[in-house]
């Protein structure tokens, strides 16, 4: 099994909501990425969990909140988005931090 | 890595021709360089990479090569097809140092018919 499991493929959620993406994969990897992409510019690293512990954080607003329940789990907590906040949202493992990266098909993300 | 740039950002080909994609990195440090496909409503999906060991890599009709020296690598795709339009992106990393990778802005590569 070589697949990152991203649910849901899309979200419309307003201002208000608060809402979730989650991630999964089952190659025994031990970093979780999450990416945000915007259309027509490479994905953007927000955050990097190693060995289920969050360790790296690039300077991403509170809004959005990581989680890490266990190896093959990651998820990514949304609350009071704004519009600009509509992207294409990846999740990636590899076997270490730094290793050969496997991406998700990703949750395509509206914010109304 | 530091800074990667790539080029073209738009590539147009016949079927059957070759199509070439070239990447630049400012970190002398890398030594890690991975090629990712991203088709449409996809996420991006790792076709090829290099290490800074070896000077070219080829996987069919795929080819990666590297020139340490002048800091750039090169993405061949011979014998395009149909199918192999997509939007392609280089990255630089320091592999198995922890450190995470730097993408190029991305190429949209389109084959036609």
């Known amino acids: 099994d070589t697949e990152v499991t991203q649910t849901p493929k899309h979200l419309v959620m307003g201002m208000t909501n608060k809402k979730s993406l989650k991630c999964e994969q089952h190659?025994?990897?031990?970093?979780m990425y999450w990416y945000k992409q915007k259309a027509k510019k490479p994905p953007e690293l927000m955050f990097v969990?190693?060995?289920?512990?969050?360790?790296i954080n690039e300077s991403v607003p509170s809004r959005f909140s990581p989680e890490c329940p266990n190896s093959s789990l990651l998820n990514l907590h949304l609350h009071a988005l704004q519009p600009e906040d509509s992207a294409l949202y990846l999740c990636?493992?590899?076997?270490?931090?730094?290793?050969?990266?496997?991406f998700g098909s990703g949750t395509q993300l509206s914010v109304l | 890595g530091e800074n990667v740039e790539q080029h073209p950002s738009t590539l147009s080909v016949q079927e059957g021709d070759s199509a070439v994609i070239k990447c630049t990195y400012s970190?002398?440090?890398?030594?890690?360089f991975p090629w990712y496909k991203q088709e449409l409503g996809k996420g991006p999906q790792l076709i090829i990479d290099?290490?800074?060991?070896?000077g070219e890599k080829k996987d069919q009709r795929i080819a990666v090569t590297l020139n340490k020296t002048a800091k750039h690598f090169s993405l061949h795709i011979t014998e395009t097809q149909p199918e192999d339009s997509a939007v392609y992106f280089c990255?630089?990393?320091?592999?198995?140092?922890?450190?995470?990778?730097?993408f190029g802005g991305g190429t949209r590569l389109m084959v036609k018919p």
């Open positions: 990636a493992s590899s076997s270490r931090p730094g290793e050969k990266l496997f």
């Open positions: 990255a630089d990393g320091h592999y198995n140092a922890g450190n995470m990778l730097t």
């Open positions: 290099i290490r800074s060991n070896v």
């Open positions: 969990y190693s060995y289920e512990k969050l360790s």
């Open positions: 190659m025994g990897h031990r970093a």
């Open positions: 970190d002398s440090a890398s030594n890690y």
